[in-house]
């Protein structure tokens, strides 16, 4: 990020075209991939719930495989801990419902996975390594509460300490998480109250770059094709920072953006490329979450969160699911979640269960 403010300089972006954010000149695609194809790491970062920015992301992720086949593209989506469901997935032994159930999407992301199913799919289909990047968030709240050195070795999740945040990262994501509000408690980018929301970021920012490290460490030719958010992206203080640090020296970051005119002064730093969306945006937002974990793979209940939709509808541990709307649910979690997860906002859907040998039928409201 710039250290100093920069003179307003607007250009205008054409949709469609790739955009060099340090000279406003259009770059021609031939010309963009000569600078990415030699790379290590190409970062796409991403507005979680913006579709317009997923379809770009597998448009860039077709277009360095066109060119490359040893790629492999990583998400933030994803705590390494299932990466086993995501090697399932690629090999083609998981259906959608049953990876989303093994990958426990509905627990640990829970936006529309019909946003990032095409990714998947087209992963898949091409058999490119899905490389889980993420940490769990426990160790995150841990640092943020405790500190790095607060959190005993054993629970670091095989993470080394993370490089120390520049001063323009920290006025970074100050800036983008409110700035100067009146209510929040970190007066300034340098308070030590805001200690605590950079060490947590830097925690993910660093497991993202130490999962990617580790598969280059271990298949050297490849390319790793990052879906990452774009806080822990944008003018480089995040994960190409940590990246940076565990010897990646030019990691490439590309953003998408739907503004007709670039303010050079603002954008400066921001990445290799910026490319210019449709102006159609549809949006998903999370998915339905019905508050229901399972048994393993059974349709039994494990546990219901407290005020969730499934607690509304009177379910509750040890239940088992027989039927969602009239279809079997064959005693499977997964076919459970995939019923659940295309309930419309607003609608309600007849569920039947049994309990202690007796069969029940109560309604579970998808609320707006």
């Known amino acids: 990020?710039?250290?100093?403010?920069?003179?307003?300089?607007?250009?205008?972006?054409?949709?469609?075209?790739?955009?060099?954010?340090?000279?406003?000149?259009?770059?021609?695609?031939?010309?963009?991939?000569?600078?990415?194809?030699?790379?290590?790491?190409?970062?796409?970062?991403?507005?979680?719930?913006?579709?317009?920015?997923?379809?770009?992301?597998?448009?860039?992720?077709?277009?360095?495989?066109?060119?490359?086949?040893?790629?492999?593209?990583?998400?933030?989506?994803?705590?390494?801990?299932?990466?086993?469901?995501?090697?399932?997935?690629?090999?083609?032994?998981?259906?959608?419902?049953?990876?989303?159930?093994?990958?426990?999407?509905?627990?640990?992301?829970?936006?529309?996975?019909?946003?990032?199913?095409?990714?998947?799919?087209?992963?898949?289909?091409?058999?490119?390594p899905m490389l889980a990047l993420n940490c769990e968030r426990d160790l995150v709240r841990q640092v943020g509460r405790l500190g790095w050195d607060?959190?005993?070795?054993?629970?670091?999740?095989?993470?080394?300490?993370?490089?120390?945040?520049?001063?323009?990262?920290?006025?970074?994501?100050?800036?983008?998480?409110?700035?100067?509000?009146?209510?929040r408690k970190a007066k300034s980018a340098d308070d030590p109250a805001f200690d605590s929301f950079v060490n947590a970021q830097q925690i993910w920012d660093r497991a993202f770059a130490c999962n990617i490290v580790a598969w280059l460490q271990a298949n050297p030719r490849s390319l790793v094709v990052g879906i990452i958010g774009r806080g822990h992206l944008d003018f480089g203080g995040g994960t190409p920072h940590q990246l940076r640090e565990l010897g990646i020296a030019e990691p490439a970051v590309l953003c998408p953006s739907q503004a007709p005119e670039i303010d050079l002064g603002q954008v400066a730093g921001i990445g290799e490329a910026i490319f210019r969306l449709d102006d159609i945006e549809p949006r998903g937002g999370r998915v339905f979450d019905a508050g229901l974990t399972f048994v393993g793979e059974s349709a039994t209940?494990?546990?219901?969160?407290?005020?969730?939709?499934?607690?509304?509808?009177?379910?509750?541990?040890?239940?088992?699911?027989?039927?969602?709307?009239?279809?079997?649910?064959?005693?499977?979690?997964?076919?459970?979640?995939?019923?659940?997860?295309?309930?419309?906002?607003?609608?309600?859907v007849e569920i039947l269960f049994q309990r202690d040998g007796i069969q029940h039928r109560t309604v579970l409201a998808n609320a707006l």
């Open 1 to 128: 990020m710039n250290e100093i403010a920069q003179p307003t300089a607007l250009v205008h972006h054409e949709r469609g075209t790739w955009l060099d954010p340090q000279t406003g000149e259009t770059l021609a695609v031939r010309t963009l991939l000569d600078r990415l194809l030699h790379r290590q790491a190409v970062l796409l970062g991403e507005t979680h719930d913006n579709a317009e920015i997923h379809r770009w992301q597998l448009n860039v992720i077709a277009m360095l495989h066109a060119h490359r086949q040893d790629i492999a593209v990583g998400f933030e989506m994803f705590p390494r801990r299932v990466q086993p469901a995501l090697d399932a997935w690629v090999a083609g032994e998981l259906d959608v419902d049953r990876f989303l159930l093994r990958s426990e999407w509905h627990r640990a992301w829970r936006f529309d996975p019909e946003l990032y199913l095409p990714i998947f799919h087209f992963c898949r289909q091409n058999r490119i």
């Open 150 to 183: 607060g959190v005993p070795e054993a629970q670091r999740e095989n993470l080394s300490r993370p490089a120390a945040a520049t001063a323009a990262y920290r006025r970074y994501l100050f800036d983008i998480t409110g700035g100067g509000r009146p209510d």
């Open 301 to 348: 209940i494990a546990a219901v969160a407290p005020e969730s939709a499934a607690a509304r509808a009177a379910l509750v541990p040890g239940d088992r699911i027989s039927s969602i709307g009239g279809q079997d649910t064959d005693d499977d979690a997964a076919c459970v979640l995939g019923l659940l997860r295309r309930l419309p906002p607003g609608a309600s």
